[in-house]
Nanobody
Framework: VQLQASGGGLVQAGSSLRLSCVAS????????VGWFRQAPGKEREFVGG????????YYPDSVKGRFTISRDNAKNTVYLQMNRLKPEDTARYYC????????????????????WGQGTQVTVSS
């Protein structure tokens, strides 16, 4: 499966952005998806995950209450809605996928995902 992330940009603190991750090549409904971000000089960080059916979502404390993941399997698309953005959210955001038969599966570890998009840059000014 090929993943294409989009929707990033330059915004002011307090603003919102919605990132999209579009999959092509295979049926996306059997893939769990994770969103990660990486700022310059920092390690890649998990910012959320969604099970293949969409029934379960997972967030670290750093974004809980501000970020929401959803998916539309009919459109082969997963979304990351980011609200109340902060300058520390500035990073390149990546979506990643792993095919699984276990609904509710997710992982915060990047090595557990098999497919990655190219990323989209999000810059939040203060």
């Amino acid at each position: 499966v090929q993943l294409q992330a989009s929707g990033g940009g330059l915004v002011q603190a307090g603003s919102s952005l919605r990132l999209s991750c579009v999959a092509s090549g295979r049926t996306f409904s059997t893939y769990a998806v994770g969103w990660f971000r990486q700022a310059p000089g920092k390690e890649r960080e998990f910012v959320g995950g969604i099970s293949f059916s969409g029934i379960s979502t997972y967030y670290p404390d750093s974004v809980k209450g501000r970020f929401t993941i959803s998916r539309d399997n009919a459109k082969n698309t997963v979304y990351l809605q980011m609200n109340r953005l902060k300058p520390e959210d500035t990073a390149r955001y990546y979506c990643a996928a792993r095919q699984t038969k276990i609904d509710r599966w997710y992982s915060e570890q990047e090595n557990d995902y098999d497919y990655w998009g190219q990323g989209t840059q999000v810059t939040v000014s203060s």
